[in-house]
């Protein structure tokens, strides 16, 4: 009971600190005060705990960041008063309410759904919870894992905290972040139109807006197999289906999916809707994006500036290109200036940008993550240190051809016509927002609006990944993360810019946009109605049984700091125990040596491997060979834990085991 109620001191320490960081860092409208303090405060404590991290025990950095977050707060806002206390609380219960909500559903949802990194996520949650920050990889203790884990670190800090199993503890982060996400896009979009109908509509835009794949179904038969004929599935798509024009009838197969398929019509490879939004970054980058969208405008005075660099040095670590694309933005927005002004002069204004630019990436390049590793690389070698590898690489080729790469669908020539047809169906109709989102950039540029000007030319970073392949060790498909940085405006701006335009428009002009709107919504909106059905039904992520959380309660973060854990299910062990194990070159691929230990885990093998401990399960047991069998009821193995219960998947009597064979010599 303690601990839970220490950790919703925790959450409150944290959350009054943003709501103190909001109102005194800016001049936000009461109104936007509480969606946006719960925002900054999360975020801002969360990237003062990673920094506290590097050389804190866990529990010191967690409680750091939350009560520096505090202690911010309290300082920008003394002295405190009546008048400045009733500014935190919200104008509306309604805000309170759907915060809540919106954090339950999507939490429910998640606890049904094993899909996309969890086999990564939940490791590295683990190590981070027992202090591995910045994190390294999971499966070797002697590479970094150069990650955008800044919303792993959160789940960390409430597995820590609050007691809860790092899935469930995952779950809850991706539920909290779902909830700032919508609420603050619902009050951007309607403090931009002064609509309320405009706003509910753009959060559900926000939700639901993704690619239009299934509108192939309404081409005759022979175009579709035509099409087919050029495209070359990838990844899960080529494990699901034989070819696009079958794959369009069938389901698509991934593990861990809802107890109801989802259509592989209605999926997408390029613009996935926001509600999939299962990865290692969830939600939490776009809240973090529309959140620097509101409060930049508010800006006091060297308060906020000081807030801001601190949200922009965690979009680095979340979003490593989409801070780079923003940037990018912002110089192509001053070159863009000072062609129309026909003068280099620096406006004013556009001073603490570079400011801002140059803090933030000063702690980019440190805090760890993508863009920690990248300047590790290109300082490294010249200062001679011989350090750790990095579990990353990135490079990039010149594609001769404009290709947009989709994780379904594959490599897709805009300059073929049936591949160019497969693209603009899998981008979908948010295309037809460039123009306006254009013209809107340029006339932020001529108002000096800065930040929304750069989210517009930053654009043009992903339209230059259509000349760019991506060869590092996150595999092709990472290319179209590059054009998300063109899609993200589009998503961002089209609802507000579009109502606006559409008020003095034909009725038949309304129309047509509202189709459009609906034909980008609907295949968001039948995969949200399918993985709602995961709610009720709760999974165990890992191949993980009942008895593997009884062991989890009782040895987390028990063993010895060092201790290496050998497990056949490489994952499960690091999860249980919080402890590394040495198994795998990538995520994907195995060591040989490793290979060769699992098919014959001869205790002595294992100790000159390096390993301590032996974590393995009854049906492990029946698949070992009468010797490994017999040499692990040898008098030097020693029985640490065991946990007796039924399998959930074949209701049969079952127990893992874990033991200590550090006296096999």
């Given amino acids: 009971m303690l601990e839970k109620l220490l950790f919703i001191l925790w959450l409150l320490t944290w959350t009054l600190g943003g709501l103190l960081l909001a109102s005194a860092a800016f001049h936000l409208p009461r109104r936007l ?49 009546f008048d400045k206390l009733r500014q935190l609380i919200p104008t509306s219960w309604g805000q309170i309410l759907a915060l809540l909500f919106l954090t339950y559903l999507f939490t429910a949802i998640g606890r049904g759904l094993l899909l996309f990194e969890d086999y990564q996520n939940l490791p590295t949650i683990s190590l981070m919870a027992r202090g591995d920050i910045p994190p390294t990889f999971a499966l070797d203790p002697n590479v970094r894992f150069g990650y955008h884990y800044l919303m792993l670190l959160f789940a960390a800090q409430v597995t820590l905290l609050s007691g809860i199993v790092p899935w469930n503890a995952l779950d809850l982060t991706r539920g909290f972040f779902f909830a700032p996400t919508l609420l603050l896009t619902y009050l951007w979009v309607g403090r931009m139109t002064r609509s309320r109908l405009a706003a509910y509509a753009g959060a559900l835009f926000a939700a639901f807006a993704g690619g239009a794949r299934w509108l192939l179904l309404l081409l005759p038969i022979t175009w579709v197999a035509s099409l087919s004929q050029s495209i070359t599935l990838l990844g899960s798509a080529a494990q699901s289906v034989p070819d696009l024009a079958r794959g369009l009838l069938l389901p698509w197969a991934i593990n861990g999916g809802a ?89 004013r204004d556009f001073l603490p940008w570079i400011g801002l630019g140059a803090a933030s990436g000063f702690f980019a390049a440190f805090q760890g993550g993508v863009l920690t590793e990248i300047v590790r690389g290109l300082l490294g070698p010249r200062a001679g240190a011989v350090s750790q590898a990095s579990y990353f690489t990135v490079g990039f080729s010149l594609n001769p051809r404009p290709t947009v790469i989709s994780g379904h669908l594959g490599l897709l020539d805009l300059t073929n016509p049936r591949q160019l047809v497969v693209a603009l169906f899998e981008i979908g109709p948010i295309l037809l927002a460039l123009p306006i989102v254009a013209v809107w950039g340029w006339k932020m540029l001529k108002a000096h609006r800065w930040w929304d000007a750069a989210l517009v030319f930053g654009g043009v970073m992903g339209i230059a990944s259509l000349f760019l392949q991506y060869e590092g060790s996150a595999g092709v498909t990472a290319t179209s993360r590059l054009f998300g940085d063109l899609l993200t405006p589009l998503t961002l701006f089209a609802v507000p810019l579009l109502w606006t335009w559409a008020k003095s428009r034909s009725v038949r002009v309304k129309q047509t946009l509202l189709l459009l709107g609906f034909v980008t919504i609907f295949g968001g909106l039948i995969l949200f109605g399918i993985e709602m ?79 301590d401990y032996f974590y393995y399960s009854l049906i492990n047991w029946e698949s070992f060979s009468p010797e490994v069998q017999s040499a692990l009821e040898d008098s030097c193995v020693k029985l640490v834990v065991q946990a007796d219960g039924i399998r959930s998947d074949t209701l049969r009597p079952s127990w893992v085991r874990l033991v200590d064979i550090r006296g096999c010599e």
Avoid: C
């Fill in 33 to 81: 005060t509480f969606g946006v303090g719960l925002t900054l405060g999360a975020v801002t404590q969360v990237w003062f705990a990673n920094l506290f991290g590097f050389f804190l025990p866990a529990p010191a950095a967690f409680w750091t960041g939350a009560l520096l977050t505090l202690a911010l707060g309290l300082i920008f806002s003394w002295p405190l008063n």
């Fill in 259 to 347: 107890p109801l398929p989802f259509p592989f019509a209605f999926v997408n490879g390029i613009t996935p809707p926001l509600i999939l939004s299962h990865g290692g970054s969830g939600m939490m980058v776009s809240a973090l994006t529309v959140l620097i969208l509101i409060v930049y405008r508010f800006v006091r005075d060297w308060r906020g500036g000081l807030v801001m660099v601190v949200l922009l040095a965690a979009l680095a670590n979340l979003s490593e290109h989409a801070y780079l694309a923003a940037f990018f933005g912002l110089g192509l927005a001053l070159l863009f200036h000072w062609i129309r002004t026909r003068s280099i002069k620096i406006p």
């Fill in 533 to 611: 059905t995961a709610a009720q039904k709760p999974v165990l992520p890992l191949a993980m049984q009942p008895m593997d959380i009884q062991i989890y309660n009782e040895y987390w973060d028990k063993l010895e700091p060092d201790a290496l854990v050998f497990d056949t299910l490489p994952a499960r062990a690091v999860t249980i125990f919080g402890r590394f194990t040495d198994s795998n070159e990538t995520w994907y691929v195995p060591k040989q040596s490793w290979i060769a230990l699992a098919q014959n885990p001869f205790l002595r093998d294992l100790r000159a491997a390096g390993y």
